[in-house]
């Protein structure tokens, strides 16, 4: 009996574990997205990924360099609403796979007014 409770006890755990995400950065220009409240960042690797946030103001850095931070925002939270953004590259060594290009940003960092 000991050896099925700590068995269901560890899987619990784990799934507990899956749901946290890793914070994830990317670096580039900020652009309006097409749906309300969604924005793009075009990367300075070339990719786009899809932006949405409650607490950054985001339109306040459309057309910025920018830094941002967020976690990983999938279609099942209804966070990716411009589905016009590129598939996510996969991740490397200790980062976070984001699901559809979509990042459910945390933080923003301006580092210019214009992208280059």
Known sequence: ?????????????????AGFQQPTSLTGCLEKGTAKDTYTLKSTDGKT????SPTVKLSEHVGHKVAVTGTAAGTETGALKDTSAAPAPPAKSGEAAMPSGA??????KHLSSTCK
């Not at 009996?1 to 574990?17: D, E, P, R, Y």
């Not at 990924?49 to 949405?52: A, G, K, N, R, V």
Request: proline share 0%; glycine share 12%.
């Open 1 to 17: 009996m000991f050896g099925i409770s700590k068995a269901l006890l560890v899987a619990a755990g784990g799934l507990l574990l």
């Open 49 to 52: 990924y899809s932006l949405t």
């Open 103 to 108: 990042l459910m940003v945390t933080t923003l």
